[in-house]
């Protein structure tokens, strides 16, 4: 008897995500053209890689790219309806997987460039602007949280890939190949300029790294100036707070603000 056709479509997904073979019973012959589709399929996936890594495409190389890109897909294969996030683990799985984790640059690159692409395509939404500070009592202050715009994102990185990455986005050959930073790990954040919708991108200080880290978790102004005040001048830590606030909102990445308790107009 023949299968109903969700059931064959269900064992062709199968076998294209995981290799069974369960369809070939329902095929004449066993499905002798099976592997077209086979070939068909990872092609496409790899094709999708190659266009969200170029840059680490290039640092490795074809056959290297090629090789790095084809394990992850066969230990990672597309789960989401929209093959967009097939490389969301790459970055993670590059650093852990031998022997690409010898090679933490490629890591990195991958980290840089799957940021700036979240940025790119994330949903829209309407930043607050400057005023929006002047319009808080003061006695919200102290446990005003924040929300964020859904295309920032942010990456811890060890090296500096980012004119390496530029130049390959301008079609230009990248001058060096990037180099590990004197000072240890930096935080960068990517997001979308409401303005002009292209994609920015900066490293953030340490101090505030460490301050933006906690309001990205839920954490309030009065944290946020505590934890300053531990990892810089404690005597300006509110000022300071304040200064990265209103950088943070003139950058368009901040579209709520909210405290327990208490509205205002």
Known sequence: MTAPLFELQDLFQDRLLTGRADIEAHLTSGGPFLKVYDHAYVARLLEVMGEDFPAVHTLLGDDAFAEAASAYVRGHPSRARSVRWLGAGFRNWLGDTVPWSDLPVVADMAAFEWGLGLAFDAPDADALGVAALAAVPPEAWPILTFDFHPALNTAALRHDVAPFQQAMARNQDPDAAPEEFA?????????????????????????????????????????LCEILAEVSDEDAAALHAAGYLRGWIEAGWITGLSAPGLSWA
């Open 183 to 223: 000072d240890g790990s930096q935080t960068w954040a990517f997001w979308r300029d409401g303005g002009t919708c292209q994609v920015r991108y900066r490293a953030l200080a340490r101090d505030e790294a460490v301050g933006f880290a906690l309001l990205w978790d839920g954490g309030d102004f009065q944290a």
